[in-house]
């Protein structure tokens, strides 16, 4: 192997105990101290790799491996280390410290690229804290906005607010900005989160496309009362008419090959046990890697939602979240992939769609994109249980590892 499986092994296992839960979990939202903490043990990982480290102006932890002509755009990659709550010790921080790992075997290796390499850890990928995610990304690709950061978490606190707080400076966001001269590409290696692989009996494949998510709010308001004392033919219950919607949402979604709905959040108000609520707020997460079926999809849950509540005397409201167009692998950065597996011995690498959003999303339509998956098993993520083996792990870097070379035109001389 060009890559040392155990030290990357060491290092995934090292990060995963910070924000460690009781579960087995892990839970690391963005500019918490246990963020903080995952920065700067992934900075001395970067520092130990030889790399220059510096932090951009949205927190992007990024690693640089210079290369021999300094006027070459960049090749980029990297993912993410915050996770959602209680998930698993793989998502996205494989993908940073495989990236890690493979920049510190060229550098123990003496491999020259002409192209430099940066490796970032992107802030914020998830969204879990906020509702609305990719920011490190965005900020990256040139995209977001002063407004987007007054998206608020649980406690009322807006981005803009928890940026401050670790002492960042919104307002230099755009320095964040790369131009789509400066890269040349962005290749990502994540877990699968599915079961693919698994039925494939592959340890790693290559991935065509993401799928776009769509994430909305929806609040249904009607009038609370008495639980035993308001018969079923007068009530205006949000819930009724959400158990209605719902089961539009799963029955509708089904029609369309490649879409998946989730509910993650439901919660009524004002929660009481014999309380006819007077609202109900829900999330809707719906993704297809075909927007013409995610935009008609949308068009029938509002339309059904809105005669839905209408029947039961409610008021609808349906706030967006975000809305993360799909995105097609670049051919040049999946035949690099190809080639890169041939090299590392596995020549007929599997090709698959990502279920689940990546940061490269937010890069697809300025500068080639690719990713690399590693076999999830059981295709289990977001949860306590999400594993891949150490074999799988090294597997899939080894694969980054030629691909970064090809693509930042090095030599294993
Ligand atoms: O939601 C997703 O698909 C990713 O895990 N952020
Ligand atoms: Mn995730
Ligand atoms: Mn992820």
């Given at each position: 192997?060009?890559?040392n499986?155990?030290?990357?092994?060491?290092?995934?296992?090292?990060?995963?105990?910070?924000?460690?839960?009781?579960?087995?979990?892990v839970?690391?939202?963005s500019f918490?101290?246990?963020e903080?903490?995952?920065?700067?043990?992934?900075?001395?990982?970067?520092?130990?790799?030889?790399?220059?480290?510096?932090?951009d102006?949205?927190?992007?932890?990024?690693?640089?491996?210079?290369?021999t002509?300094?006027?070459?755009?960049v090749?980029?990659?990297g993912?993410?280390i915050d996770?959602?709550?209680?998930?698993?010790?793989?998502?996205?921080?494989l993908?940073?410290?495989a990236?890690?790992?493979?920049?510190?075997?060229m550098?123990?290796?003496?491999?020259q690229?002409?192209?430099?390499i940066?490796?970032?850890a992107?802030?914020?990928e998830?969204?879990?804290r906020?509702?609305?995610g990719?920011?490190?990304?965005r900020?990256v690709?040139?995209?977001?906005?002063?407004?987007?950061?007054?998206?608020?978490?649980?406690?009322?606190i807006?981005?803009?607010?928890?940026?401050r707080?670790v002492?960042?400076e919104?307002e230099r966001l755009?320095e964040?900005?790369?131009a789509?001269?400066?890269?040349?590409?962005?290749v990502?290696?994540?877990?699968?989160?599915g079961k693919?692989?698994e039925?494939f009996?592959?340890?790693?494949g290559?991935?065509?496309g993401?799928?776009?998510?769509?994430?909305?709010?929806?609040t249904?308001?009607?009038?609370?009362?008495h639980?035993g004392?308001t018969p079923?033919?007068?009530?205006?219950?949000?819930?009724q008419?959400?158990?209605e919607v719902?089961?539009?949402?799963?029955?509708?979604?089904?029609?369309?090959?490649?879409?998946?709905?989730t509910?993650?959040k439901f919660?009524t108000?004002p929660g009481?046990i014999?309380?006819?609520?007077s609202?109900?707020?829900?999330?809707?997460?719906?993704?297809d890697?075909?927007?013409?079926?995610r935009?008609?999809?949308?068009?029938?849950?509002?339309?059904y939602?809105?005669q839905?509540?209408?029947k039961h005397?409610?008021v609808?409201?349906?706030?967006?979240?975000?809305?993360?167009?799909?995105?097609p692998?670049a051919?040049?950065v999946?035949?690099a992939?190809?080639?890169?597996?041939?090299?590392?011995?596995?020549?007929?690498?599997?090709?698959?769609?990502?279920?689940?959003?990546?940061?490269?999303m937010?890069?697809s339509s300025?500068?080639?994109?690719?990713?690399i998956?590693?076999r999830?098993?059981?295709?289990?993520?977001h949860s306590?249980k999400e594993w891949s083996?150490?074999?799988?792990?090294?597997?899939?870097t080894?694969?980054?590892?030629?691909t970064?070379?090809?693509l930042?035109?090095g030599?294993t001389?």
């Amino acid at each position: 192997m060009v890559i040392n499986a155990e030290r990357l092994w060491d290092r995934l296992m090292e990060l995963g105990e910070i924000g460690a839960q009781e579960s087995g979990g892990v839970t690391r939202y963005s500019f918490t101290e246990e963020e903080r903490q995952a920065k700067s043990l992934v900075a001395r990982y970067m520092s130990e790799a030889g790399l220059s480290v510096h932090e951009d102006a949205a927190g992007n932890l990024i690693g640089r491996r210079e290369g021999t002509d300094p006027q070459a755009s960049v090749v980029l990659t990297g993912s993410h280390i915050d996770t959602v709550p209680d998930g698993g010790k793989f998502d996205g921080a494989l993908g940073v410290l495989a990236a890690i790992e493979a920049l510190q075997s060229m550098e123990e290796q003496q491999v020259q690229t002409v192209h430099p390499i940066e490796v970032i850890a992107f802030t914020d990928e998830e969204g879990s804290r906020f509702g609305f995610g990719m920011i490190g990304s965005r900020a990256v690709a040139g995209t977001l906005r002063q407004e987007d950061l007054k998206h608020r978490d649980a406690d009322q606190i807006s981005i803009e607010e928890a940026m401050r707080a670790v002492k960042l400076e919104p307002e230099r966001l755009h320095e964040a900005a790369k131009a789509p001269d400066q890269v040349k590409a962005y290749v990502e290696l994540h877990i699968e989160q599915g079961k693919v692989l698994e039925n494939f009996n592959e340890p790693v494949g290559v991935v065509t496309g993401i799928a776009g998510p769509l994430w909305q709010q929806f609040t249904i308001t009607g009038q609370a009362g008495h639980a035993g004392a308001t018969p079923m033919n007068i009530r205006r219950d949000p819930v009724q008419a959400a158990a209605e919607v719902l089961n539009f949402i799963y029955a509708e979604t089904k029609k369309f090959p490649n879409a998946v709905a989730t509910v993650g959040k439901f919660h009524t108000l004002p929660g009481g046990i014999n309380v006819i609520p007077s609202q109900v707020q829900f999330s809707l997460d719906l993704r297809d890697i075909d927007e013409a079926d995610r935009d008609v999809l949308e068009s029938r849950i509002r339309e059904y939602a809105e005669q839905t509540c209408l029947k039961h005397q409610t008021v609808l409201e349906i706030g967006l979240l975000q809305r993360v167009a799909p995105a097609p692998s670049a051919p040049e950065v999946k035949e690099a992939i190809v080639q890169a597996g041939t090299l590392a011995g596995r020549s007929q690498l599997p090709e698959l769609v990502s279920g689940a959003g990546h940061d490269g999303m937010q890069f697809s339509s300025k500068w080639p994109v690719g990713m690399i998956f590693v076999r999830s098993e059981e295709g289990i993520s977001h949860s306590p249980k999400e594993w891949s083996s150490q074999a799988d792990c090294g597997q899939g870097t080894e694969v980054l590892y030629h691909t970064l070379l090809q693509l930042a035109q090095g030599d294993t001389r």
